[in-house]
């Protein structure tokens, strides 16, 4: 049987690329193996649904395809709600490939968190971010022109942190690589971000410009067209490979949950 099933698994992903070719895929035939894979998770606490909302695959790459996330959970400290929304990505005629996506977050951060570390956090968020961008970017050089900076910072009559707006904008000049750097080997031309935060939650907007150049749009590569075929032809690694990525978001939503502030050492008697 097993040596059948070895002989056969050729077939199964040729079929699988005809199938591609002709435009046999729907977003309907991918979302049903996705449905199991999350099914496990889905219990008196929780609830996690992932979908495509859109998908146009040809023979070649994923032409363009949208994704919807939701996953919530009840805990005995707080219950969050996580929402991944209007995620899409559009490669077009392939000169300026584009992805966006929205994040929310509901989870009252005072109970996981404590008003003292959105206090920290919330001031320092925009200096924060501008050291991570800049680890990031450090290998492009001058080509990378960043702009950064805190748009709205609330706070109370007490002086606590309510809510922060952060905007992120990062453009890569292709013509000032350093010459180090293959333009082959960057992948992202230019992204723009924008991070809200309150006591009640995280909300992000996030916009991205692929190279087209980068080596990942290659016909040799694999990508997202790939994965699929692998998922409708139930090959074991692409649905372990998955399944490991909603186990991480269900353990991080769960530690969520179960955040509590960290409370300061008592005085010895």
Known sequence: MKSLLKKATPFVFVFSSLAVAAGLITK??????????????????????????????????????????????????????????????????????????DLSLQLDLKKAFGQETINQFGTDLDQLAKDLASEYTKKYGEAAILDIAMEDLQKDAQ?????????????????????????????????????????????????????PAYKGFDANQPGLKEIIEKLLSDDKETYDSISQITTMLDHVATWLVNQKPEQPPQPQP
């Open 159 to 211: 002086g606590n942190v309510q809510s922060a707006r952060l905007r992120i904008n990062a453009t890569i000049d292709m013509t000032k690589l350093p010459a180090n750097l293959k333009l082959e080997d960057v992948e992202l031309k230019s992204v723009q971000a924008v991070l809200s935060a309150s006591t009640g939650g995280v909300n992000g907007k996030i916009q991205a410009v692929i190279n």
């Open 28 to 101: 309907e035939e991918v979302n049903k193996k996705v449905a199991a894979i999350v099914a496990p998770f889905n219990n008196e606490t929780t609830t996690m649904d992932i979908s495509f909302t859109d998908l146009n695959v040809d023979a070649v790459r994923a032409l363009d395809f949208g994704i919807a996330a939701t996953v919530t959970k009840k805990g005995p400290e707080n219950e969050l709600a996580l929402k991944l929304q209007n995620a899409s990505y559009h490669y077009g005629d392939g000169s300026a490939p584009t992805a966006a996506a």
